[in-house]
């Protein structure tokens, strides 16, 4: 696999007050033709992340509009989300277009915690949110924090694949957090199947925004992770035949940062999508996406 980096599509410059800074988490929904509308969680000087989009000619590289507000702010000061809307990705449930997200809160000047919750796509430029409680919370199986999720439908079975914290520090100094598995039969109530990718102490341990695509009954799953040893966010790989048991194959995946520029630093929270028989990648490089994003295509083996 190697993929071949297209450049920085989009670039970030103040276009709000809620959205200055970052267009990180990218995701990618077809307006029409090769025009994607792509979502992106800006932030305001508070650090404090809303949801904003621009529109990209994914050929030609070229922006054709960008919005001109957040589609969606963060939360008040006492919600699960006071505190930023990390965008997960979009997906069908009873012609209902919804959007997961990682809400992000912080109380008392403590740790901040992550909560999962729903947002409804309405058209292609409202998003509304699903309910002023979250969709997933902390219990038994996920005690500290939740983060990004990544939601499909595959053979009558709605699968999920999301990030949870087992531990804010290690010997090393570095969090847990691994990638777990779940599955629903109607997209509401979830059974929770326990840890996908393995994490190795030093090797990847801290994983995020989970990305999967399903290739004749493989499962493809693309990542950020970081090894513990104080490096930053790099792209990871990992297959898996039944996409409950994985395998990492990091030396797979094919890219990783750039010599110099935006990128050579981080890169980080990949998207995966196909388009008119080639496979893209969006993804964010340093400081999480702070100058904006870039596309990169898989090039043929």
Same mark, same amino acid.
């Given at each position: 696999m190697k993929w071949k980096k297209l450049g920085q599509v989009f670039r970030m410059e103040e276009i709000h007050p809620l959205l200055k800074t970052h267009a990180s988490n990218p995701l990618p929904v077809c307006l029409h033709g090769n025009i994607y509308r792509v979502f992106f969680s800006g932030r305001d000087d508070n650090n404090k992340s809303s949801v904003g989009f621009v529109d990209i000619?994914?050929?030609?590289?070229?922006?054709?509009?960008?919005?001109?507000?957040? /589609?969606?702010?963060?939360?008040?000061?006492?919600?699960?989300?006071?505190?930023?809307?990390?965008?997960?990705?979009?997906?069908?449930?009873?012609?209902?277009?919804?959007?997961?997200?990682?809400?992000?809160?912080?109380?008392n000047n403590e740790h901040w915690r992550g909560d999962v919750g729903r947002i409804e796509l309405v058209g292609k430029n409202t998003m509304i949110l699903n309910s002023q409680m979250p969709y997933l919370t902390v219990d038994q199986e996920d005690k500290v924090s939740l983060s990004y999720p990544w939601v499909m439908f595959h053979n009558g079975v709605y699968k999920m694949w999301y990030g949870s914290t087992l531990s804010w520090t290690s010997e090393n100094g570095e969090m847990i957090h691994?990638?777990?598995?779940?599955?629903?039969?109607?997209?509401?109530?979830?059974?929770?199947?326990?840890?996908?990718?393995?994490?190795?102490?030093?090797?990847?341990?801290?994983?995020?925004?989970?990305? /999967?695509?399903?290739?004749?009954?493989?499962?493809?799953?693309?990542?950020?992770?970081?090894?513990?040893?104080?490096?930053?966010?790099?792209?990871?790989?990992?297959?898996?035949?039944?996409?409950?048991?994985?395998?990492?194959?990091?030396?797979? /995946?094919?890219?990783? /940062?750039?010599?110099?520029?935006?990128?050579?630093?981080?890169?980080?929270?990949?998207?995966?999508?196909?388009?008119?028989?080639?496979?893209?990648?969006?993804?964010?490089?340093?400081?999480?996406?702070?100058?904006?994003?870039?596309?990169?295509?898989?090039?043929?083996?």
């Open positions: 000619d994914i050929i030609t590289l070229k922006v054709v509009n960008l919005c001109n507000k957040p /589609v969606l702010e963060y939360g008040a000061e006492n919600s699960y989300f006071s505190h930023g809307i990390s965008i997960g990705n979009m997906y069908s449930q009873k012609e209902i277009q919804y959007i997961l997200f990682m809400g992000w809160n912080i109380r691994v990638i777990k598995y779940a599955t629903s039969t109607d997209g509401e109530n979830w059974t929770k199947h326990g840890i996908a990718i393995p994490y190795e102490i030093g090797i990847a341990q801290a994983f995020s925004k989970p990305c /999967v695509i399903i290739d004749n009954n493989n499962y493809h799953m693309w990542y950020s992770y970081r090894s513990g040893t104080g490096e930053t966010y790099r792209i990871g790989y990992a297959q898996s035949r039944d996409g409950v048991n994985w395998n990492r194959k990091h030396n797979e /995946v094919g890219i990783t /940062v750039s010599e110099n520029g935006w990128d050579n630093e981080m890169i980080c929270y990949p998207y995966v999508f196909d388009h008119e028989g080639k496979r893209y990648m969006l993804y964010n490089g340093n400081s999480y996406g702070k100058t904006g994003f870039g596309l990169a295509v898989l090039e043929n083996e």
